[in-house]
């Protein structure tokens, strides 16, 4: 019998309703499907009915099929239950408070945690530059009473034309890394970072001077008339709204600088060397502990996702105490020490379900996400992006070479749970988006405040089990030794006195820092590693720093071998019908259902038409209409260009497959296929019957009627139902019928 593919798109929980019910009809039907494939939104319901089979002894029932629709009705309202009161007002709680800490708290933490240190080193390399030769009130006994006007003068006139120098030196550092870095070969993966560090240098040294003596003797509010254009100026523009966020950030940095290097009081409080000493053992505090919150938001995301979605839609059994069943500590943390080098099986038969334990389980389920920075090739042309198939049979990308293992024997589906599979492929928002990154205008600004539902996995999970405990913890030293200079040197600096102390301890820190940096630079993705590879892949995994800096930045895996770290997000950022891991199973029938929100009928065909044109590219596929005539124009005249109330539900075409000639440059076709595509349609664009259709008439082939009082007449929509509806999942917000 020829095989047959289910393909679920993304759209959230209006894709999610709409895949539901073309998956109850199929079942009803009890067609033989042998592939589900789904993306994002369809895999809420691809996911649930995967669970919800696998508890029910792998079987199909109209039992649990009835018990199953009607609780994915029931919880329609993943992230926030208001029918159910209570849980509406916990929800709506958590909502709130959720994007405080991530947004604020945490960001506010970890960004302030670096002013002091970098103020101090400032004033220490360049104060006296940046004050152009200027005695500071704190330091006016210095002064040299016999300086005569002539001496003071040619001080002061020195000092300017050094402060020419700093100025200038960065902006002209950062104009050469930004056109000539990516001519040189060694260069070229760190060239966006060194302009924006040369960038920041110059904000660091010129704000200060700038905000002192420019703006020192015009009223507060003229300040903020001048100040604050700048900052809308970084966010109007295209150009420069990459970098808003970090202009901002480096705003109060500069703002701190003064306040160390003009030794200007802050605030209410007097400047002292003292108090500006207790701030740097402060700083040393929270850059202690800044690992820790700051993993935990770049991951909390995540995991909220997955256990709202777990919690909603799977059963009991899989949900566990409060929808918690899979979820630990580990998940907020890229690696934790495995004190038992030994993999344990778990044969608990209530445990969370991983991709493995739908083996034998039909169809085989497939979860599309798209895995982001990184490349196969060296090749500038080819896309950092590319869908990433996770299906029981296996994890690998989608245009993986037969001959290339990836991550075969690395990264498994017993590694994935299937909530953690869901999740990931509808994490709509992240730091890279794959094909919509170059559409992003704030990605900086997602970094910056951790805005992201995106997951990161180890590639290679074993490996990491299988080290040495002592590499295992060494990574908690490192974090601790970062920070110590900072703590050391303050306390040597409260018993002892004198500056001397705390710069040995802030330029140390620096120092190390800067060479924590440098190895989150170091290329990988090598078919055959070096050993300075093999040591950033291990720093990559086990560093927090470097690994946030490598997100940040976006360093690319160029090569075959994957990257120590999976940035993975939205199966959609990618192709959001999820029908080309079914093309590329040669599949003779596929249904794709299209529940997204499309604004008009161009949408249905551009989103149908991109997953078409990537096939052809990467899997060897030709389409024609079902009689033969070009693909584009058959899709034009018979789905799109239709006027209103003559608009079709369901499209067919057909697939050519084809393989290379294994002698030659030629290909020769080796299958074809019937694909059908469905989408929803407006009830009044939609084609309309003649006659309304009851339950009785549409229900015939499986010999049910449905209760009109319970269920309407028919199955047919219309107008006046569809706009009542709102995005809200409580009847009492919807209009009245």
Not at 94 to 119: D, E, K, M, Q, R
Not at 478 to 507: K, Q
Not at 583 to 611: D, H, P, W
Request: contains cysteine; charged residues 20%; proline residues 5%.
């Amino acid at each position: 019998m020829a095989k047959a593919g289910l393909a679920f798109s993304g759209g959230g929980v209006r894709s999610a309703a709409f895949c539901s019910g073309v998956l109850r009809r199929l079942l009803q039907r009890e067609t033989n499907l042998d592939y589900l494939s789904c993306v994002s939104g369809g895999g809420y319901t691809g996911s649930a009915y995967m669970d919800w089979k696998y508890r029910h002894g792998k079987q199909d029932s109209k039992d649990w099929h009835f018990k199953f629709f009607n609780h994915l009705r029931e919880r329609s309202g993943i992230f926030c239950d208001w029918q159910r009161p209570i849980h509406g007002v916990f929800d709506c709680t958590v909502l709130f408070c959720l994007p405080v800490f991530v947004t604020l708290v945490v960001p506010f933490i970890l960004w302030s945690a670096y002013a002091c240190p970098l103020a101090f080193a400032v004033d220490y390399l360049a104060g006296d530059i940046i004050r152009g030769g200027i005695i500071t009130h704190c330091d006016s006994s210095a002064l040299l009473v016999n300086e005569t006007v002539s001496e003071c003068e040619k001080r002061r006139e020195r000092k300017a034309i050094e402060r020419f120098l700093l100025f200038g030196a960065p902006l002209v550092l950062a104009f050469a890394s930004y056109f000539i870095a990516p001519m040189l070969p060694g260069l070229k993966n760190a060239s966006s970072f060194l302009t924006t560090s040369f960038g920041v240098i110059f904000g660091l040294v010129f704000l200060p001077w700038f905000f002192h003596d420019v703006l020192e003797f015009i009223p507060d509010w003229m300040r903020v008339l001048i100040i604050l254009p700048t900052v809308v100026l970084w966010f109007s523009f295209p150009v420069m709204r990459k970098n808003a966020t970090l202009v901002v950030i480096v705003y109060f940095y500069a703002y701190v600088i003064v306040y160390r290097v003009y030794k200007k009081s802050f605030s209410f409080y007097p400047y002292t060397d003292h108090f500006f000493a207790q701030q740097l053992w402060a700083s040393g505090l929270l850059l202690w502990i800044s690992p820790l919150i700051g993993t935990i938001q770049q991951r909390l995301g995540h995991v909220y996702n997955r256990w709202r979605l777990q919690k909603a839609l799977f059963t009991p059994t899989s949900r566990g105490l409060c929808g918690c069943a899979g979820i630990s500590f580990r998940n907020f943390f890229l690696s934790c020490p495995y004190f038992d080098h030994k993999q344990r099986v778990n044969l608990d038969p209530e445990r969370p379900l991983t991709l493995e334990d739908l083996e034998n389980v039909k169809p085989i389920f497939i979860s599309n996400a798209a895995v982001n920075r990184w490349r196969r090739t060296t090749s500038s042309t080819e896309p950092d992006y590319e869908a990433l198939i996770m299906s029981p049979q296996g994890i690998e990308r989608l245009d993986r070479p037969a001959h290339e293992r990836e991550l075969e024997g690395k990264l498994m589906p017993e590694d994935i749970y299937l909530s953690d599979a869901m999740a990931t492929s509808a994490a709509a928002v992240d730091h890279h988006m794959g094909a919509l990154e170059g559409e992003e205008m704030f990605k900086d600004l997602k970094v910056t405040l951790g805005i992201a539902m995106g997951n990161s996995v180890v590639s290679d999970p074993r490996h990491v089990r299988k080290l040495n405990i002592c590499l295992q913890i060494l990574p908690y030293f490192i974090e601790i030794f970062r920070v110590s200079p900072l703590l050391i040197s303050y306390v040597f600096y409260h018993n002892f006195g004198g500056d001397d102390y705390l710069t040995f301890g802030v330029f140390c820190f620096f120092l190390l820092l800067l060479l924590l940096t440098v190895i989150a630079l170091i290329p990988t993705g090598s078919a055959n590693p070096s050993r300075v590879e093999r040591m950033a892949r291990y720093f990559a995994v086990h560093i927090p720093y470097i690994s946030y800096v490598r997100k940040t930045i976006g360093i690319l895996n160029l090569g075959p071998s994957p990257p120590p770290v999976l940035r993975l997000s939205d199966g959609g950022h990618v192709e959001n019908l999820g029908i080309l891991p079914l093309l590329r199973l040669r599949l003779k029938r596929i249904i794709s259902v299209y529940g997204g929100c499309a604004a008009s009928e161009q949408a249905f065909c551009n989103t149908l038409m991109n997953a078409l044109e990537m096939a052809r590219k990467k899997l060897r596929c030709s389409f024609t209409g079902m009689d033969g005539r070009d693909i584009n124009e058959d899709i034009r005249i018979n789905f799109v260009e239709r006027s209103p109330g003559n608009q079709p539900r369901s499209y067919r075409f057909k697939v050519q497959y084809f393989d290379k000639d294994p002698e030659g440059d030629g290909d020769h076709m080796v299958g074809e296929a019937e694909v059908l595509f469905i989408a929803p349609r407006h009830p009044n664009k939609g084609i309309k019957m003649t006659q309304p259709m009851t339950w009785k008439e549409a229900l015939i082939d499986i010999n049910e009627n449905l209760d009109e009082g319970h269920w309407g007449t028919g199955p047919e929509l219309h107008a006046k139902e569809v706009d009542r509806l709102t995005f809200c999942c409580c009847e009492s917000c919807h209009g009245d019928a």
